[in-house]
């Protein structure tokens, strides 16, 4: 496995522990629906623990699938980082517009990431 593919892992990865967390937080009244709405967008985040857990076993499945290097692993890899960018914009933009510096880092950050993700898995064909 090539260092950007490990890198996309890793993130993939990463998005799913956070989304199980918040998945079962939320499932368990610790935290708000919205809480975790960086992880899986704000639409998604409001349907509940469900859409947390749900999008936590995808992107363990495409994790698990890009270690045991399965060409469709690869392609769902792109998609969910792909489809991650979508909450990224209006995020970024209304803390922006509201000048919230840890808005704009968080969001930003995101973004710097899922796009280098990106990058990395489009340079590994």
Same mark, same amino acid.
């Given at each position: 496995?090539?260092?950007?593919?490990?890198?996309?892992?890793?993130? &993939?990865?990463?998005?799913?522990?956070?989304?199980?967390?918040?998945?079962?937080?939320?499932?368990?009244?610790?935290?708000?629906?919205?809480?975790?709405?960086?992880?899986?967008?704000?639409?998604?985040?409001?349907?509940?623990?469900?859409?947390? /857990?749900?999008?936590?076993?995808?992107?363990?499945?495409?994790?698990?699938? &890009?270690?045991?290097?399965?060409?469709?692993?690869?392609?769902?890899?792109? &998609?969910?980082?792909?489809?991650? /960018? &979508?909450?990224?914009?209006?995020?970024?933009?209304?803390?922006?517009?509201?000048?919230?510096?840890?808005?704009?880092?968080?969001?930003?950050? /995101?973004?710097?990431?899922?796009?280098?993700?990106?990058?990395?898995?489009?340079?590994?064909?």
């Amino acid at each position: 496995m090539a260092y950007g593919e490990r890198f996309v892992a890793v993130l &993939l990865a990463a998005f799913a522990a956070f989304g199980a967390f918040y998945g079962i937080s939320v499932a368990a009244g610790w935290l708000a629906f919205d809480s975790g709405a960086w992880v899986v967008g704000e639409d998604v985040a409001m349907r509940g623990s469900l859409a947390y /857990l749900l999008s936590a076993a995808v992107h363990a499945i495409a994790v698990f699938g &890009l270690w045991r290097r399965w060409r469709w692993a690869h392609w769902l890899a792109i &998609l969910l980082l792909a489809a991650g /960018l &979508l909450p990224a914009v209006p995020g970024i933009s209304s803390a922006v517009v509201e000048l919230r510096i840890s808005g704009i880092a968080l969001w930003g950050t /995101l973004i710097i990431l899922r796009t280098a993700a990106l990058y990395a898995m489009f340079s590994a064909e």
